[in-house]
């Protein structure tokens, strides 16, 4: 298997960097940027969730794409819980818009809130024996869930990646989905915001 190429810098619009400083909406999430980000970091976390924020609707798709290219799977979500179900925001390789949320993979990333999750046998979990999404004929063998924590400690919900192969994921790979799942949050707090 190769190397994976190098990700190219893809510059900020001058109008979503306006527009991420200067609406008053953005203070919750630029205080949670302040609070939780070293100074030096700050600025390119800002960077990076103004591009976000700039893609609209196809942010979230674009999250959930990028979090399989970098683990190399073909399943994933973003999944946000909804009292006792699962609505996937976005999703690759899946073809459900929602799940019961008790007894699945995502509850258990949920409750472990500073971690990245990783069940290396989905389908010969016991715990997992009446989940919904092995219900669909998945066949899942590896997967690894970042909750998706906002600044003020709620958990929205999991990002996730699955394979129907077995196989580890890389300290590299797990911490990218983690960071993925930061940006994600932020996204999701953000749009939550209220506007000026």
């Not at 100074?39 to 979090?67: I, K, S």
């Not at 179900?85 to 472990?112: D, H, I, N, T, Y």
């Not at 929205?156 to 192969?165: E, F, I, N, S, Y």
Request: charged share 20%; aromatic share 4%; hydrophobic share 45%.
């Amino acid at each position: 298997m190769s190397a994976p190429a190098a990700a190219a810098k893809v510059p900020t619009p001058p109008e979503a960097r306006a527009r991420l400083t200067s609406r008053p909406g953005d203070a919750p999430v630029q205080a949670a940027l302040s609070a939780q980000v070293p100074a030096p970091r700050r600025a390119a976390e800002q960077r990076r969730l103004a591009a976000l924020q700039a893609r609209g609707d196809d942010a979230h798709a674009y999250l959930v794409e990028t979090a399989l290219r970098i683990c190399r799977m073909p399943l994933g979500a973003m999944a946000l819980r909804d009292g006792p179900w699962l609505r996937f925001k976005a999703q690759a390789g899946v073809a459900v818009e929602a799940l019961p949320l008790p007894g699945s993979p995502c509850e258990l990333a949920m409750r472990c809130a500073d971690q990245v999750t990783v069940i290396e046998d989905l389908g010969g979990d016991p715990r997992f024996s009446g989940c919904a999404l092995l219900a669909q004929g998945l066949a899942i063998r590896t997967w690894a869930g970042a909750p998706l924590v906002g600044a003020s400690g709620k958990v929205w919900g999991v990002l996730w990646v699955a394979d129907r192969r077995a196989g580890p994921l890389s300290p590299v790979q797990l911490r990218t989905l983690q960071l993925l799942a930061r940006q994600t949050a932020l996204l999701l707090e953000a749009a939550e915001a209220p506007r000026g």
